[in-house]
């Protein structure tokens, strides 16, 4: 199985890129603005007997997206983790206030920018009768977060994106699903006291929060032969049952 992941140099992207090479498939994975972290995740992958390799991927650039699929040639799954969070944040400014710029940007970067992704693979998963594909998206799309939307906006329609093309490609055997991340713990993000983190995991049911491995292991379902007829499917993790973006 060949594999495509784009934002694969850390975080989810990474963990997935792992846990994909220890099922013994062969990985290709993008980065944008790491490609120091995305050597050392082939790296990795190679010294655990895997086989890996790294191409750059700018969502804002239709050109290099065309050029990573070229690439990394006809793939079996695509797991589309890559995102442009923008220069305005959660709670930075009043929704009014958003410049139309970011909107335009954060749409463009992880609607089009996504869309344009799937176009380039899906050709060849039609000619061959199966393929997989997933979205990473967050629990932030669906709860909200005070502020400007654009980023949750943008995720939102990635969920809309996945109906339609569960509809559209299913009878050519290729399933598509949202992985929904909660707050998920990983090397990338930004630090959280840790009794605001106990507090939201005491939200969850497993009283837990999930990890980037977590998460890698629902991607890796979802994006394999071993998913049989999952489709147009928004599949939560655990961790978006107790998170709560107000308090943080």
Known sequence: ???????????????????????????????????????????RIEAEGGEAAAVHLDLTDHATIAAAVAQA???????????????????SMPFEDVPAAEWTAALHANVVGNALLVQGVLPEMRRRGFGRIVFVSSGVAEEGVPGPGPYGTAKMALHGMA???????????????????????????????????????????????????DMAALIVFLGSAANRNVTGELVRDGSNAGRSSHAM
Request: no cysteine.
């Open 163 to 213: 109906r339609a093309l569960a509809w559209e490609a299913g009878r050519d055997g290729i399933l598509v699903n949202v992985a929904v991340a909660g707050l998920t713990l990983t090397d990338a993000r930004r630090p959280i006291p840790q009794s605001v983190l106990d507090e939201i995991a005491a939200r969850t049911p497993s009283r837990r929060l999930s990890t980037a491995d």
């Open 73 to 91: 040639g006809p793939v079996d799954a695509l797991v589309a983790n890559a995102v442009r969070w923008g220069g305005v944040m959660p709670g």
């Open 1 to 43: 199985m060949h594999v495509l992941i784009t934002g694969g140099s850390s975080g989810i992207g990474a963990a997935t890129a792992l846990a994909y090479a220890r099922t013994g498939a062969r990985v290709t994975l993008t980065y944008n603005t790491g490609p120091d972290r995305a050597a050392e995740v082939v790296k």
